[in-house]
């Protein structure tokens, strides 16, 4: 078929005509630009086969990250795939502002040391490690599919961080740091928008019935691995801001802020201890 019976076949089945290009574009390896001008050239049977198939799996919900392999987050190409969760444009607010205290507050704290709890496809630790090499960046995950792809990313960047296998802070006993983020599970487990996202890790989508079990397990075990005055960060479901930012302060955290999203929602808070 030519490139424009494969976008009319993809606007047939749903799919949006961006993301259509995006697939022939991973399908072909033509460029966006070339298949823009070129609708009625013809693909070679085996990309035709593998555009019509990308199309179908993108109707029937699966991420267009897992399709094509890459996803795009604070200026780096990761790769992600069904083992990790697809890193969201709301995530990068986390890492804007871990680099605002660390060039503000930090920034004389020589090797300040940082720790993303819950790192999947090490999206957060590899942003907060590029724009801050000076920082000595350590990320923990439970699975080690996730670390896998993790430290694939890490290689193919050529950033160092220390990866631990673990829940949360298990694996960091004895140990200390300036500044912890976490982007947790945070979607209740009766949430209706779990069913649209069925292809993507669970248990990197909802840790329990109310959701916020992860955020208290989290926030509860921070005071024994933060130095004093360390910042604790999370990113948080637009309706839990309120309840997060009670749990930060009845643990004794100070300083207390919320930050909002693009759209306005409250997207993360955190505090210092």
């Given at each position: 078929?030519?490139?424009?019976?494969?976008?009319?076949?993809?606007?047939?089945?749903?799919?949006?005509?961006?993301?259509?290009?995006?697939?022939?574009?991973?399908?072909?390896?033509?460029?966006?630009?070339?298949?823009?001008?070129?609708?009625?050239?013809?693909?070679?049977?085996?990309?035709?086969?593998?555009?019509?198939?990308?199309?179908?799996?993108?109707?029937?919900?699966?991420?267009?990250?897992?399709?094509?392999?890459?996803?795009?987050?604070?200026?780096?190409?990761?790769?992600?795939?069904?083992?990790?969760?697809?890193?969201?444009?709301?995530?990068?607010?986390?890492?804007?502002?871990?680099?605002?205290?660390?060039?503000?507050?930090?920034?004389?704290?020589?090797?300040?040391?940082?720790?993303?709890?819950?790192?999947?496809?090490?999206?957060?630790?590899?942003?907060?490690?590029?724009?801050?090499?000076?920082?000595?960046?350590?990320?923990?995950?439970?699975?080690?599919?996730?670390?896998?792809v993790?430290?694939?990313?890490?290689?193919?960047?050529?950033?160092?961080?220390?990866?631990?296998a673990?829940?949360?802070?298990?694996?960091?006993?004895?140990?200390?740091?300036?500044?912890?983020?976490?982007?947790?599970?945070?979607?209740?487990?009766?949430?209706?928008?779990?069913?649209?996202?069925?292809?993507?890790?669970?248990?990197?989508?909802?840790?329990?019935?109310?959701?916020?079990?992860?955020?208290?397990?989290?926030v509860?075990?921070?005071?024994?691995?933060?130095?004093?005055?360390?910042?604790?960060?999370?990113?948080?479901?637009?309706?839990?801001?309120?309840?997060?930012?009670?749990?930060?302060?009845?643990?004794?955290?100070?300083?207390?802020?919320?930050?909002?999203d693009?759209a306005?929602?409250?997207?993360?808070?955190?505090?210092?201890?």
């Amino acid at each position: 078929m030519t490139v424009d019976e494969a976008l009319a076949y993809a606007r047939a089945q749903g799919v949006e005509r961006l993301d259509a290009h995006l697939l022939l574009v991973h399908a072909s390896g033509r460029p966006r630009t070339w298949l823009l001008a070129h609708g009625d050239a013809p693909l070679a049977a085996d990309m035709s086969a593998s555009a019509r198939a990308a199309i179908d799996r993108r109707a029937a919900g699966v991420p267009l990250a897992y399709l094509t392999g890459v996803k795009e987050f604070h200026g780096l190409a990761l790769q992600v795939d069904a083992r990790v969760l697809v890193p969201r444009p709301e995530t990068e607010l986390l890492v804007d502002w871990a680099l605002e205290i660390l060039r503000g507050e930090l920034a004389s704290a020589g090797t300040p040391r940082v720790v993303d709890l819950g790192t999947g496809s090490g999206a957060i630790a590899l942003a907060v490690k590029h724009a801050s090499s000076a920082a000595e960046v350590h990320a923990v995950d439970l699975s080690e599919d996730a670390l896998a792809v993790a430290r694939g990313n890490a290689a193919r960047l050529g950033l160092e961080v220390r990866w631990h296998a673990g829940s949360w802070w298990q694996p960091l006993a004895g140990q200390r740091f300036d500044l912890a983020l976490a982007n947790p599970p945070y979607v209740a487990g009766h949430d209706p928008h779990l069913a649209a996202l069925g292809h993507e890790p669970r248990g990197a989508l909802t840790p329990g019935p109310i959701g916020l079990e992860a955020i208290e397990a989290i926030v509860d075990a921070a005071a024994e691995h933060l130095t004093p005055a360390g910042w604790l960060l999370i990113e948080h479901g637009y309706d839990q801001a309120t309840p997060v930012a009670d749990l930060l302060r009845a643990r004794g955290f100070r300083a207390v802020d919320v930050r909002r999203d693009l759209a306005g929602q409250p997207r993360c808070s955190g505090g210092r201890r």
